[in-house]
């Protein structure tokens, strides 16, 4: 079964300090793979992606995540924290090109970025 | 990116009832997606959404207590039929399709609460 785990329910970095959260997949393939960010009482904002080529990709508000194909991890990682970064993050996966482009989404992970 | 809109943002209803959710994007998108989430948990598919043809649902949601609408290729209605407590919860629609490379783009949500 494809899957997407985010094994740290919160995460909490002082600010200016280097972060990171941690996302491992299950899919079979070459998956596309997602990050996503929640502030409160709004929808989700796409924050970066990886299908192919660099390992390191670089995303909005600072973001970036390292695709690792033989960990099968994709750990989202900011050099030095806001306390605007303050969020609920999503990690996601699709399968690959497929005709249904179905997401699969892990189950989040509150970052709590103190002054 | 496309620009997403939600009506009602939030609603209380009572048990029994039906609400009928909105989503309107601000260009032509293939795929539309519905997802179900409790407040700062994960996100649950409920149905995948393609213009001129019947909606896909996810295992454990049917047609009769959430009937989807997509009359044309920039608007949607979910309804959730015949209300209870447990149907408390946020909806929220994206869009994304071959175009946007898997990546989906959010509407901001509409929170529910059924008494």
């Known amino acids: 079964a494809q899957s997407v785990a985010q094994p740290e329910d919160q995460v909490n970095v002082a600010e200016g300090n280097p972060l990171t959260v941690k996302c491992t997949y299950s899919v079979s393939g070459n998956p596309y793979l997602f990050w996503y960010v929640q502030y409160p009482n709004r929808g989700l904002q796409f924050l970066l992606k990886?299908?192919?080529?660099?390992?390191l990709v670089k995303g909005s508000y600072g973001f970036e995540a390292e695709f690792n194909k033989s960990q099968t991890s994709f750990h989202l990682k900011k050099p030095s924290a806001l306390v605007s970064d303050s969020a609920l993050y999503f990690c996601a996966v699709t399968p690959g090109y497929s005709s249904a482009s179905k997401i699969i989404f892990g189950s989040g992970t509150r970052l709590s970025i103190r002054p | 990116s496309a620009v997403i809109s939600q009506k009602p943002s939030r609603d209380i209803c009572q048990r029994g009832t039906s609400l009928t959710i909105q989503c309107q994007v601000d260009s032509q998108v293939t795929m539309m997606f519905w997802y179900r989430q409790q407040p700062g948990q994960s996100l649950t598919l409920i149905a995948t959404a393609n213009q001129g043809s019947e909606a896909t649902y996810e295992s454990g949601f049917v047609i009769d207590k959430f009937p989807i609408s997509r009359p044309n290729l920039t608007f949607s209605t979910l309804t959730v039929s015949n209300m209870s407590p447990e149907d408390s919860s946020i909806y929220l629609c994206?869009?994304?399709?071959?175009?946007?490379?898997?990546?989906?783009?959010f509407g901001p949500g509409t929170r529910l609460t059924v008494l």
């Open positions: 990886y299908i192919t080529g660099d390992n």
């Open positions: 994206s869009v994304g399709d071959r175009v946007t490379l898997g990546v989906q783009y």
